[in-house]
């Protein structure tokens, strides 16, 4: 059997008294596709940055195979020191690297790799750090949140390379489809341990469930063996004291000390909305609007009608003007032209997307109460804001905590339940799902499918879309929108295509001079996020060309032999074990082979690109 690339054995590691991460065990062996979740806080990241040799941990060992390269995205890509997104990119390349893949990687992404690291917008520093990473091919690659800040197409192009990849993957995100897509295996780290299901994060959910309900069976099984052997102690008088009674004593003390110590699921969020009085039936009108900046145009032309109850997704790829769209529906911004009529009785709450308005000094409690004594009102009653901070998963202690030490996911969630507090008929979210677990995420799709009120909402999380909005407005690129009846999916069958981004330009003279025509692009050279420099097949795309036919025959004639094995019907009776081993084998063999003819697709296309 082969070695494990990278293995954690017995990890350890403790913050301020508090155990983050007890005993716990991974391993990443070639091929592995691993989704890596956990609660907001349970130390995901923390266990990443181990993983990756970035931690040093109190206990425990990593071990990681000498001739293995791993590469990390933080979840914070740092440019300090670069004076332009290239040689930040070039930097992570090795001396046996494809030199020209990184500055392939950037104009894929829509970077020229001639910007100054300091004008990055959050999803301009994204795509520099996925580049970064991604250029080396490394046989381990671990990647913490990288669709936060991702438009729709960079997500899909993203799950597209991944896919063709050969890194072992670990993946941390909130995103579920796009876990759905990459992952074969689920990493669960709960209460400082993490166990592992065979299965990608499809099957997580009801896994997890499962087994937090045998869990409780458990406690309440051990609560009322302790029960017992308390009235045993209680009154069995003299001889409960006698030599040969120690024992059942010390068995009953080591129960009760296994029940203190037991660290115990964490609370459910309780996502509850104030709401406010009834709005009209109109809600928002818009008539003919558009709005350019300078010679660009974002919008042109738009008509819509917002009616009470409706919940409306926008999306597009980043810079279409998503969130100018939003501030001109919800008269934050006048359009240059055409007209938007506001209905009666409005009262709208905004979740902004950059969350400015948290001033890092400010204690947590201090962000909900608006520093106005220690009460706050939510649902017409007046609670004491450390139970309202418990609702969203915030310990007492944290009361005093200034925003800027907490986590992404806890200015989410903070974010949030300030929002939430406040009466509302209208609510106004911009990439809401941002650092949320999912757990929170389950919660807030709950409290939106019953609130009242209407909601207007921007998101790229394509599942979160499906699950909430009842229309959707899409960016047709140079100004054009569209809206779409249903979800993200109803808007795909809809449109007969995917979700294409905006052209973006070629990439910097410079790059394009140093680039020869020879020289390997990579995969990327056809995303679909930019224009592809000319050039020539590599020797190992037509290699790949060359091979690929008889590799996807043999994985069809292999699904073929196992699905007759499959329809044995007495196969199942006689060995459920053989029978799930198949069954298994079979899936696997589908995803790859789904994997090779996209790979062979994508390659023949690219030729006919190149020799037309």
């Not at 980043?318 to 934050?332: E, Q, Y």
């Not at 996911?409 to 990439?431: C, F, I």
Request: hydrophobic share 40%; glycine share 10%.
């Amino acid at each position: 059997m082969a070695a494990p690339l990278v293995a954690l054995s017995g990890i350890g590691l403790t913050f301020g008294g508090t155990p983050l991460i007890e005993s716990a065990e991974l391993t990443v062996m070639e091929g592995d596709r691993l989704c890596l979740v956990g609660r907001n806080g349970s130390g995901k990241s923390t266990l990443l940055r181990i993983v990756a040799g970035l931690i040093e941990p109190d206990r425990g060992e990593r071990v990681l195979r000498s001739d293995v390269g791993v590469r990390y995205l933080p979840q914070e890509p740092d440019l300090d020191g670069f004076d332009t997104v290239l040689t930040y990119a070039e930097a992570g390349l090795g001396p046996a690297d494809d030199p020209y893949r990184a500055a392939s990687l950037l104009n894929a992404l829509g970077l020229s790799g001639e910007e100054a690291p300091g004008s990055l917008s959050g999803g301009e520093l994204r795509r520099a750090a996925l580049a970064r990473v991604l250029a080396p091919e490394p046989d381990v690659l671990l990647l913490d949140e990288p669709t936060n800040h991702l438009d729709l197409p960079a997500i899909e192009w993203l799950e597209a390379e991944l896919k063709t990849m050969r890194s072992a993957l670990v993946l941390i995100s909130h995103d579920r489809r796009f876990l759905d897509r990459l992952s074969t295996a689920t990493l669960w780290l709960d209460r400082g341990r993490v166990r592992r299901l065979d299965k990608g994060f499809a099957a997580f959910e009801g896994w997890r469930d499962e087994t937090i309900a045998q869990e409780e069976l458990e406690a309440h099984k051990l609560e009322r063996r302790i029960a017992r052997e308390t009235e045993w102690l209680h009154y069995g008088g003299v001889t409960a004291r006698r030599r040969r009674n120690e024992g059942r004593k010390r068995k009953l003390e080591a129960m009760r000390q296994s029940q203190r110590d037991r660290r115990r699921v964490q609370g459910d969020v309780r996502i509850t909305v104030t709401e406010g009085e009834t709005s009209g039936k109109l809600v928002i009108e818009a008539e003919g609007i558009a709005k350019a900046f300078g010679a660009r145009s974002i919008v042109e032309g738009l008509s819509i009608r917002i009616a009470r109850g409706d919940r409306l997704g926008i999306v597009g790829a980043n810079g279409a003007g998503k969130t100018t769209i939003l501030r001109m529906l919800t008269g934050d911004l006048s359009p240059d032209s055409g007209s938007i009529r506001l209905g009666a009785n409005l009262q709208m709450v905004t979740l902004e997307q950059s969350r400015q308005s948290l001033r890092p000094e400010t204690p947590l409690a201090e962000v909900l109460t608006g520093g106005r004594g220690d009460t706050v009102t939510v649902g017409g009653e007046k609670r004491h804001v450390v139970s309202y901070m418990k609702d969203f998963l915030f310990a007492p202690e944290q009361a005093r905590t200034p925003v800027g030490r907490l986590s992404g996911g806890e200015r989410g969630r903070l974010m949030l339940a300030a929002a939430l507090s406040r009466p509302s008929n209208l609510l106004v979210l911009d990439e809401p799902t941002n650092d949320l677990d999912l757990e929170t995420l389950d919660l807030l799709e709950e409290m939106i499918a019953d609130y009242p009120g209407t909601v207007v909402l921007v998101s790229h999380d394509r599942d979160f879309l499906d699950r909430t909005v009842t229309s959707m407005l899409m960016s047709e690129g140079e100004g054009r929108w569209t809206e779409y009846a249903g979800g993200y999916s109803d808007m795909l069958a809809q449109r007969g295509r995917g979700v294409e981004a905006r052209k973006t330009g070629r990439p910097s003279r410079k790059v394009v001079e140093e680039m020869p025509a020879g020289a390997s692009a990579g995969r990327s050279a056809v995303s679909p996020l930019a224009e592809a420099p000319k050039r020539k097949l590599s020797f190992k795309e037509k290699h790949a060309l060359e091979t690929l036919p008889a590799r996807i025959a043999a994985l069809e004639a292999e699904i073929a032999g196992l699905d007759g094995r499959l329809a044995d019907q007495g196969l199942f009776a006689r060995d459920a074990t053989e029978y799930g081993r198949i069954a298994e084998r079979v899936a696997k063999a589908r995803t790859e082979l789904s994997g090779l003819e996209d790979r062979w697709l994508e390659l023949e296309v690219l030729r006919e690109s190149l020799e037309g």
